[in-house]
């Protein structure tokens, strides 16, 4: 974590800011852009200082030191919350609990007597939101190798209402990062980005942040997200429709996007008939042990590229069969390695919550959310899904 956080994060219990308290750190060689301004608005958490007596080329240090372990401690409430493998924890108190003796097992052990007592701890945790949380942290820790390629999946999840340039000298939050992939392609647009993710997978997304240091990694809620609205913009890419309680989770996206800000999600429409098969079977795998889903996703994986792409590519080819060519399922892949399409079927098969939304019900959530001036368009080429764009009412 960078002190850099510090003017951006907030306690998800209260919105209060954080007293910091730093184990370990260690100097890192990177050499983040050197912006005209000082990157952070009000205060210099690392000079201790009032941003109109920073440099701008002093930032440059506050980037290069990393708190690889530690503890912010709301000043409101007093929650505390660990820094762990660089990432803050920033979790309501049961999830905090459940990630901490399931995954953290060590750094409970040694700072066991820093964390005290938190609130909540006797409150059971929502199932589908823990079988979220576990599925996928298994998920984004397992399908890793596939960052170069995802530039141009990106960019057609947020397309046509952001385009790299977008991006540049922007500070944009991420809801629902995952392993990264979204926000290292933002990163290296040139944007200051945050992702913030429910499950363990943020630690791969941390890992990358060595090669872009203007990347920084959140483990969050997204119904309580831990921010203050500073962001240039907000986006969300396929995650709204594996919420339990989709219109709670936008309710705490509008809180966190500045007014008359911007943003853009990418979500899953109603599908078309041949979907259904997959609705049916999803009964039965979204209960089944990630080692067996996954054997299931890549036979099905290599089943649809035999049957589906193949066919797809030979078609295209064609000039009086490109249109049938155009109306194969799952034609998309076609552009992308095999394993894409693994991840794919993972996905829809194992989630533990899948909603499909019509055009009206992206309307309806985010007019409750407090959003206006709501666009929304289909995306090409694949299927069913929606672009939006909305912004945050100034009222």
């Known amino acids: 974590m960078k002190y850099r956080l510090l003017e951006i994060i907030s306690c998800p219990n209260c919105n209060e800011t954080f007293d910091l308290e730093v184990f370990t750190r260690e100097h890192r060689e990177v050499c983040p852009p050197i912006s005209d301004q000082p990157r952070c608005r009000y205060w210099c958490f690392f000079h201790n200082k009032d941003v109109t007596q920073i440099d701008a080329k002093e930032c440059v240090s506050c980037y ?49 007597d820093k964390m005290g007592e938190q609130d909540d701890l006797t409150k059971t ?57 979204p926000a290292s392609v933002a990163a290296s647009f040139g944007a200051e980005v945050v992702g913030v993710d429910l499950s363990e997978a943020v630690q791969t997304a941390q890992s990358l942040t060595e090669h872009y240091p203007l990347l920084h990694v959140v483990q969050g809620d997204v119904y309580a997200l831990p921010f203050r609205p500073r962001f240039d913009f907000v986006y969300s890419v396929g995650v709204l429709q594996h919420i339990p309680d989709p219109q709670k989770a936008l309710a705490s996206i509008a809180g966190v996007v500045t007014p008359g800000q911007s943003l853009v999600l990418w979500v899953y429409g109603v599908r078309e008939l041949w979907y259904q098969p997959i609705i049916w079977i999803r009964k039965i795998t979204t209960r089944l042990p990630f080692g067996i889903l996954r054997v299931i996703s890549i036979t099905l994986a290599a089943l649809s590229e ?42 829809r098969l194992g989630a533990p919550v899948t909603y499909y939304f019509s055009k009206i019900d992206v309307e309806t959530m985010l007019d409750k959310a407090g959003f206006d001036d709501v666009q929304i368009i289909a995306r090409p080429d694949a299927s069913a899904s929606w672009v939006v764009k909305a912004r945050r009412s100034l009222a």
């Open 64 to 112: 290069q030191n990393e708190i690889i372990s530690g503890l912010l401690t709301c000043c409101g409430c007093g929650n505390r919350y660990p820094i762990i493998q660089s990432v803050p924890r920033l979790l309501p108190a049961t999830l905090l609990h459940e990630a901490l003796v399931n995954y953290h097992q060590e750094f409970l052990e040694e700072y066991w």
């Open 306 to 347: 035999l049957f589906l792409l193949i066919p797809h590519r030979i078609l295209s080819r064609i000039p009086f069969t490109k249109k049938l060519a155009g109306k194969i399922p799952g034609r998309i892949y076609t552009r992308f390695p095999f394993r894409e399409n693994v991840v794919g079927w993972f996905d």
């Open 125 to 181: 945790v929502e199932t589908k939101k823990l079988k979220t949380l576990r599925l996928f942290g298994y998920q984004w820790t397992t399908f890793v190798d596939n960052f170069g390629y995802y530039k141009e999946i990106f960019l057609g999840f947020v397309h046509p209402f952001l385009k790299e340039k977008d991006f540049e000298n922007q500070l944009v939050l991420e809801v629902g990062c995952g392993s990264g992939r």
